[in-house]
Structure formats: structure tokens, C-alpha cells
């Protein structure tokens, strides 16, 4: 079990786990902004192309969005778990909870490439390449091209998040989260569970309605 | 460190809650005719689940004043965005071109 490192800027491991937790929320704050400009451009075309938005989600694939849901919220609560073990300074459980949560993140990953190739199949594919015999609009050219944007650019950051999941759980099982410091354990969970909530959205305006 | 700590009681809470949730969005969406308010809807249990993730399992509960207000002017700013968007692009008089398809576009109805 290794002793943390306090920066010389810092009097106390309180006041650097205080300053580290700030600046993670800064970043996540900056991604929900940068979000936010793909939502904003979906909420643009599904106000000009309505009634094609709406035939586009009734045509998505609902059965794989709706299993990454419930793939993604179950991941939270195994991250929040892990987080819960090393505050009881129980190293193996949190090692196993983020094995758990990384494992959840490649069984997301594996749903969407399927269901991607799905898309190519069926021509559900982005910009010039769409030739979706069942919704031959551009309209729908336009929601697939929203939908392997906004999804694209989050399986990306799932992507990052299970590389620092899988890292967390071998510094979790070397004893490097401990009850008196574990601060950047936290910072991962925080980044897991911001993924998981975009994706509630993404759910929810891309598959549900 | 001194951090007040969530139960295990409350994780599994707020997961249930999350289930719980999705599958009334679930049914709403599918099941309940509603195509006007549908959206709406959906919408408001979207957030809602938000609400749970970031209260429960991104801590906010424990978070300092400094990071709900960072995150409360984030989620203004958003919606702000998303507000002005769609209250411009629903209430031109004249609606702007939709982008053109490229030549040889003959595959689409409009």
C-alpha cells in the first residue's frame, strides 16, 4: 500500500483531494457544454424535419439502445460500489467492482459495433453514404447522420473510459485507494457515470420518442 | 479525507429508481398514444434519471457549493441553448432551404 503524494502547493491531502474534485467538475462540466452542441444541432433539424425525426427513431434499433441502457446504469452502480469499498478501505471488492464496471463498458462497446453493422446493412449509414430504403428522406438522411455523430462521439469517450476504469482497477488491487485518500478513484467514477448520463439522453431522443 | 459517505442501501435505491423509471419511459413511448406530448414526457424522466445519477452516484449530494453551482450554470447555459435554437428555427415566417441533396439524388422522396 503506497502512502499519496501531496503536491507542494498543498498544506493537506484534504485540501488537494478538494482542489482535484473541483477540477474534475470543471471538465465534466466543459463536456456537458461540448454536448451540447450536438444536442442543440439535433433539437435545430428535428424542429425543421419533425415528422422524419420521429419515423427515424420508430426505425432505430430500440432493443440494442434500450440493452446499453441497462448496461450503462448498472455500470454506475458497480463504479459507485468500487467507490464505496475503498472508502472501507476493502481493496478487493473495489478492484472487482471496477473489473465489473469495466466489463460492462466492453459489453456496451460490443452492442453498438452489432448494432452499427446493422446500420451499414441496412443502409442506415451517415451524410452521402445513406440509402435507407425505409425512410428515403432527408430528413432521415439527416437523423442517422445526427445519430452516428452523437453516438460515435460517445462510444468514443466510453471507449477512454474503460482504459481508465481497467488502470484504476490494477492501482485498486495494488492497495493505492485507501479510506483516508481515494480521490482519484473518484474522479474516474464522476467521469463513468457523466457518460452514463449522456447516454440517458441519447436514449432517450435517439430510440424512445 | 473526511467525505460523508453513501449508504449501499441508497446506491441500490437509486438504482431501482433508474429501472424503475426507464420502464415507464419505456411505456409511455410505446404504449400510451400520446404523440404530441410523448416527447415531453420522455423528456422530463430523462432528467429526472439524470437528477438520480448525479445526486447518488456522481456524489452531488456530498459536492461542495462551488461545484453545484458550476453544474447549475453549465445546465443553464445548455438550456438556454437548446431554447433559443428551437424557439428561432420554429418561428420563422419562412423557413430556411433545407440543405439540398447532392446531384444524382433521385433516391429521395423530398
Keep these: ?209 | 479525507m473526511s467525505v460523508k459517505t453513501a449508504s449501499l442501501g441508497s446506491y441500490l435505491l437509486a438504482y431501482l429508481a433508474l429501472l424503475l423509471m426507464a420502464g415507464v419511459a419505456i411505456v409511455f413511448a410505446r404504449a400510451v398514444p400520446w404523440p404530441r406530448w410523448d416527447l415531453v414526457i420522455d423528456l422530463a424522466l430523462a432528467t429526472a434519471m439524470a437528477g438520480v445519477v448525479l445526486w447518488f452516484f456522481m456524489h452531488l449530494a456530498e459536492a461542495s457549493f462551488q461545484i453545484r453551482l458550476g453544474l447549475g450554470v453549465a445546465v443553464s447555459l445548455l438550456l438556454t441553448l437548446l431554447l433559443l435554437t428551437v424557439a428561432d428555427v420554429a418561428t420563422r415566417h419562412e423557413q430556411p432551404m433545407a440543405p439540398r441533396p447532392g446531384p444524382g439524388f433521385g433516391f429521395y422522396r423530398r
Design chain 1, 1 to 209: 500500500m503506497s502512502e499519496p503524494a501531496l503536491g507542494e502547493q498543498f498544506h493537506d491531502l484534504e485540501r488537494q483531494a478538494a482542489t482535484l474534485r473541483f477540477g474534475m467538475w470543471i471538465f465534466l462540466v466543459s463536456e456537458i457544454l461540448l454536448f451540447a452542441a450536438l444536442f442543440t444541432l439535433y433539437a435545430a433539424y428535428r424542429t425543421m424535419f419533425s415528422e422524419d425525426f420521429r419515423e427515424g427513431v420508430l426505425h432505430n434499433t430500440f432493443a440494442y439502445g434500450t440493452a446499453n441502457l441497462f448496461i450503462l446504469l448498472t455500470s454506475s452502480l458497480t463504479a459507485s460500489l468500487a467507490l464505496y469499498g475503498a472508502r472501507r478501505d476493502r481493496r478487493r471488492w473495489t478492484g472487482l467492482m471496477l473489473v465489473a464496471t469495466a466489463a460492462l463498458g466492453l459489453a456496451f462497446i460490443a452492442v453498438k459495433l452489432t448494432e452499427y453493422g446493422k446500420h451499414v446493412e441496412e443502409g442506415s449509414t451517415p451524410g452521402p453514404w445513406y440509402h435507407y430504403a425505409e425512410l428515403p428522406t432527408f430528413g432521415g438522411n439527416r437523423f442517422f447522420t445526427m445519430y452516428w455523430g452523437m453516438t460515435g462521439f460517445h462510444v468514443l469517450h466510453l471507449a477512454a473510459g474503460v482504459l481508465v476504469v481497467s488502470w484504476m482497477a490494477v492501482r485498486a488491487f495494488k492497495g493505492h485507494y485507501t479510506a483516508r485518500y481515494h480521490v482519484k478513484l473518484e474522479m474516474g467514477t464522476l467521469y463513468w457515470s457523466l457518460v452514463d448520463l449522456m447516454w440517458i439522453f441519447l436514449w432517450t431522443i435517439l430510440y424512445l420518442s
